[in-house]
């Protein structure tokens, strides 16, 4: 698979809406998960998931079959899983924070490690936040739901300001 769009019912909530979220997640189990706690937030337009990095990377800077902006737009918010095949979590955000023109997209890292030397790492490559996926299922749809809520609601993201357009 290269990628998988899925389009969520955006409820709109009086709240602006996320017109695009990007996961990055090769476990099928997770990404589900994390696309149905994500539903529930409601005003959360689409998503684009990738099984790898390299795939992701190519989105990201609209290389090959997405050099067409309008097959890769650019995302407001990545979920970013640490332990990808091929590439890791922490080679794509290295590569994508290496790059200016991707500076105002936030970054928040998925993973299952709670390891410091990981949040530590993942915070001087410039990720935005470090996210423990709960064993717990109830706990993984409410922290996933929480997050959606806040990234998509609390937060003002750069894209949704109009800033980091290309």
Do not use: C
Request: without cysteine; glycine residues 6%; negative net charge.
């Amino acid at each position: 698979m290269n990628e998988k769009r899925i389009d969520l019912e955006s409820k709109q909530n009086g709240k602006e809406s996320l017109d695009l979220l990007m996961m990055v997640e090769d476990e099928k189990d997770h990404a589900e998960l994390v696309i149905d706690a994500l539903r529930e937030v409601g005003n959360i337009k689409s998503i684009v998931l990738f099984e790898n990095g390299e795939t992701a990377l190519k989105y990201i800077f609209r290389q090959g079959r997405y050099s067409d902006k309008a097959l890769s737009p650019r995302p407001a918010l990545i979920l970013l899983d640490m332990n990808l095949p091929g590439k890791s979590g922490l080679e794509v955000l290295r590569d994508i924070r290496a790059d200016n023109r991707f500076i105002t997209i936030p970054v928040v890292m998925l993973t299952t490690s709670s390891s410091t030397e990981n949040v530590q790492q993942t915070a001087e490559l410039g990720a935005n936040d470090y996210v423990v996926k709960p064993v717990d299922f109830g706990e993984f749809l409410t922290t996933i739901t929480e997050l959606g809520t806040y990234w998509s609601t609390v937060s003002a993201l750069p894209l949704q300001r109009g800033l980091g357009n290309d």
